[in-house]
């Protein structure tokens, strides 16, 4: 079963029926809790939002059902750490990942993605909003921040970013309250921005410029490396398809894709194994073998590693 969301990001907790928990604010006083239904699944939702300047959110709950969401999010810059989820982006295609840190710019585009059931969404974010980038920063830092939104933009996700994950941590472990509090929260959200900036600074490179047949080639392999992830598809024979020395085609394919080729090879065969946990009675040994990984260890930790649960929990999730 699938179920359709549509809505604007400022009426998501109206029009999905989160419940306002009254006196439980596990992640800390100053911010409003709310719950999922339990037809819809179970978990909470909390933000901190002190005023029109910027957003604190953390989410800990997961679905009984694949949704697909289709929002309207208003303008603002976010950066969230997920430590748990499974699901795609639709437009452009971009497959989430569990231990990652991700950007996404609001007031651009509808922001459209399908969420898998019952693997835990559990991430901690900021959203700063227009007012904060662009009237407080440019008053109390003239010139320092003025190309946030391209920084923002060209963030590519990674597990990469050890400071940032810290910071989002100490966020969601936070359990001040009063004026302490909000000092607290102000100081990370600049903390926050500076970190982005010296991000954007040390892994800036020269993007490469593609043509049309790049970009052809690139799509042909993607439906090759579709048709045959399960194989051990080694570097030698990907160039030999591509017609790309291995350099070239290592650039090109992650311009392309925002991945390695091992990560989409990794993508292709994890999201077949979820297919193949909720959909059949396999073991997790066979299910290993049938998504191309001889090891089922290894397997599970990998899986663990891009949803943020094991094999086993996924398939207890789907058939209890």
């Avoid at 809790?33 to 978990?43: A, N, V, W």
């Avoid at 949704?67 to 976010?78: A, C, H, K, V």
């Avoid at 959203?127 to 920063?137: A, G």
Wanted: glycine fraction near 6%.
């Amino acid at each position: 079963m699938l179920i359709m969301i549509n809505n604007t990001y400022n009426n998501f907790l109206n029009e999905i029926n989160f419940i306002p928990i009254n006196g439980y604010n596990p992640f800390g006083p100053n911010g409003k809790c709310y719950e999922l239904p339990k037809k819809l699944g179970k978990g909470i939702f909390w933000i901190y939002n002190p005023n029109d300047m910027f957003d604190i959110k953390i989410h800990d709950f997961y679905y009984y059902e694949n949704q697909i969401f289709n929002n309207d999010l208003p303008e603002g810059l976010s950066v969230t750490y997920y430590e748990s989820i499974s699901g795609e982006e639709l437009f452009p295609y971009k497959k989430f990942s569990s231990n990652v840190v991700r950007t996404h710019i609001g007031g651009k585009s509808s922001f459209k993605a399908l969420i898998h059931k019952n693997i835990p969404i559990r991430c901690v974010g900021i959203e700063i909003k227009p007012s904060y980038y662009n009237d407080y920063l440019k008053k109390n830092y003239p010139g320092e921040f003025d190309n946030l939104e391209e920084i923002f933009k060209s963030f590519e996700d990674t597990s990469n970013f050890p400071t940032m994950i810290n910071l989002l941590n100490q966020l969601k472990n936070y359990k001040g309250k009063g004026s302490s509090a909000k000092l607290f929260y102000e100081s990370k959200i600049i903390e926050a921005i500076s970190l982005m900036v010296e991000y954007h600074k040390n892994h800036n490179k020269t993007k490469i410029t593609l043509s049309n047949i790049d970009k052809e080639i690139i799509f042909n392999l993607n439906m090759y490396i579709k048709d045959h992830y399960t194989y051990n598809l080694n570097q030698n024979l990907l160039t030999q398809i591509a017609g790309m020395c291995s350099t070239k085609l290592k650039r090109t394919f992650k311009a392309i894709n925002g991945c390695t080729i091992t990560e989409y090879i990794q993508n292709c065969r994890i999201s077949r194994a979820e297919h193949l946990l909720q959909s059949t009675d396999l073991t997790i040994n066979q299910i290993s073998s049938a998504v191309g990984y001889k090891n089922a260890s290894y397997f599970s930790e990998l899986f663990k590693r891009e949803t943020g649960i094991t094999p086993m929990e996924y398939k207890k999730n789907n058939f209890k």
